[in-house]
């Protein structure tokens, strides 16, 4: 996602930043699966569309492009959209993909892309230092240039694959040349801790969230 007359921005493409288009006019639609669970609300699935759109740019104090980005959900193709969030994206000067989601940053990737290659998502926000187990978010890149579904060259970065008797925690996303994000899941489950249920993987807690693309927009 940048704009194509800046050098820097050049060569961000040509190691990478082709996976992560960022330009004003871009705009992605996704078909959105959700599902929140306790032991008070019990199922609660919610199928709806989210659209995320590059609307505007501008230089910050170090004198990189930051790109702003509208989010609107609908519940079906029929209703309207509304504004749900806003966030921004850029490559830093040392080619971090980084994603401010209302205001949390998140470095999404790391140039160039590699196989293999791991990174600290949450370097520049609080995540981990907010949370009991001391649990850290290494990101990796897999999949490097291999097909998914109908698009011959993508690549897969996952945030986290944790599996054990008090959690589950699955996170990764699918970028394509030349479109951006095409498919993500996001589920993080809590299982029972008590005597009687411990070490049985019953869901104490659950939000899980898949996103498909379904139409996208790309100059």
């Known amino acids: 996602m940048a704009q194509g007359c800046n050098t820097s921005d050049e060569k961000a493409v040509d190691i990478g930043l082709k996976y992560f288009p960022l330009k004003v006019g871009d705009a992605w639609t996704y078909n959105v699966s959700e599902v929140t669970y306790d032991t008070l609300i019990q199922n609660i699935v919610k199928d709806y569309q989210e659209q995320y759109e590059i609307v505007d740019t501008y230089k910050n104090q170090l004198n990189e ?18 504004a749900s969030q806003t966030w921004t994206a850029k490559v830093s000067k040392i080619n971090e993909v980084i994603v401010s989601q209302e205001a949390i940053p998140f470095i999404k990737m790391i140039l160039p892309v590699k196989e293999g290659v791991q990174w600290l998502g949450n370097k520049y926000n609080t ?33 986290s694959n944790d599996l054990n008797l008090a959690y589950k925690d699955v996170r990764y996303s699918v970028y394509a040349d030349s479109v951006g994000l095409i498919h993500r899941i996001d589920s993080y489950i809590d299982y029972c801790d008590a005597a009687d249920c ?19 927009v790309v100059q």
């Open 65 to 82: 492009n930051v790109y702003v980005i509208h989010l609107s959900t609908r519940d079906n193709v029929d209703d309207d959209w509304e």
């Open 127 to 159: 995540i981990e230092a907010d949370r009991n187990n001391g649990r850290i978010d290494t990101y990796s890149y897999l999949n490097v240039k291999k097909s998914y579904g109908d698009f011959a060259n993508t690549i897969t970065v996952q945030e």
């Open 198 to 216: 411990f070490g049985q993987y019953a869901r104490k807690h659950e939000h899980t969230k898949i996103q498909t693309l379904v139409e996208h």
